[in-house]
């Protein structure tokens, strides 16, 4: 696929979930910073060298460097640091940016299947949005496992992805990268706290995995 | 369809959900008796009247009269007087029934969206299941409006439905009705503790129906 503009981007993250989405946004042209806590303890870590080998084009740094001068920052963290990290980067370089969040708000400490530590009346999208209000928040792809983010076309059958956020430039932006990945069903659920909804669907996500005896799975909006 | 056993259903409530339920299910050859409040109130009500014309093979009677001898009760009262209307039915009848609880704990008393009065930590199916521990509760249909519950083809393709339960053979009688009104993908999430997950899929089918422009609008679970 031909890129017509690529992007700077920061993946925050270095688990499953930033290694996808940063080697998938890389293959496709996007100029890539895996964001860490500590990129010489990432570096050791085998894991990531294994795929760093795959990705040499993915440059790794500090989450603050990773987001310098970047047009998108992508929170890949876990749901239960995520306001930390953002923290870390701060709210000067996060001004403006296009800020995906990915993250679920988890709360394992009860056993699984996990709780949510926000929903109802409140989701960690919104508390994101609510930190860092100079940031254009857009909610999206925390509905799906990571393989399934960057290759929709692996369930064989096309899947839905949303997207929630204030700001229908940013949602643009970030809709226009799901395309890239493969994404063909992108639905704009509205402001930010529709991060509500997509955020607890997680409880069903996670019994239809535990069903299916799969996190290969993903949920198809059909309409008439 | 050819009804290997007609069952004696007993649909409580006379809305939009056991109007479409109660007529589904007599058109189908069951036994369906729809039990109101005060069913005298009830025929004088004009949407009632219309509807039972075209559905006269269905009694009208008192909750506790439609749920005696019913070798099925199917909740369809709203969320909020859902624990009241089995009450009035008592524990005594519904023993050893199958009871579907197709209801959503939705609160509006803060306006539109609504938020759950129960989530998380709790369901409603659970606390039906608790207040009734002699029936076999089994929670489904909630994810939908009422048209695709009794009409499924309608969305033009085929959408999931879920069944949550602690009695796998209560269980396989829903998913035989589910069969029987047209659903084709019956998914068993497990016990009654996973109707938390299907409950807290309507904040997203609320965010849905709004961005969509329509009820009209169900999920297919996508796997390899």
């Keep these: 696929m031909t890129i017509a503009t690529p992007l700077v981007i920061a993946v925050l993250g270095t688990g499953p979930v930033g290694r996808a989405l940063a080697g998938r946004l890389g293959s496709l042209g996007h100029d890539v910073r895996l964001g860490t806590r500590d990129p010489a303890a990432t570096g050791r870590r085998e894991e990531h060298r294994t795929w760093h080998e795959e990705h040499a084009e993915v440059t790794v740094a500090t989450f603050a460097e990773a987001a310098t001068d970047a047009d998108v920052v992508v929170n890949a963290c876990g749901g239960e640091v995520t306001l930390e990290v953002l923290d870390q980067v701060g709210a000067e370089l ?52 990571s393989a399934v983010m960057v290759d929709p076309a692996r369930l064989g059958a096309s899947a839905s992805v949303f997207v929630s956020g204030d700001d229908p430039d940013a949602k643009a932006v970030v809709a ?30 996670l019994r239809l995995a535990g069903a299916l005896g799969s996190s290969e799975v993903g949920i198809a909006v059909v309409r008439p």
Excluded: Y
């Design 94 to 145: 996060l001004d403006g940016v296009v800020l995906v969040d990915v993250s679920n708000p988890l709360d394992f400490s009860a056993g699984f299947p996990p709780r949510l530590s926000v929903c109802n009346d409140d989701s960690l999208g919104e508390q994101v949005q609510h930190a860092f209000p100079g940031a254009r928040v857009v909610k999206t792809l925390n509905t799906m496992n």
């Design 176 to 205: 226009r990268l799901l395309r890239e990945m493969g994404h063909d069903d992108v639905i704009d659920l509205g402001g930010i706290t529709s991060a509500r909804g997509v955020e607890m669907f997680l409880p069903l996500w």
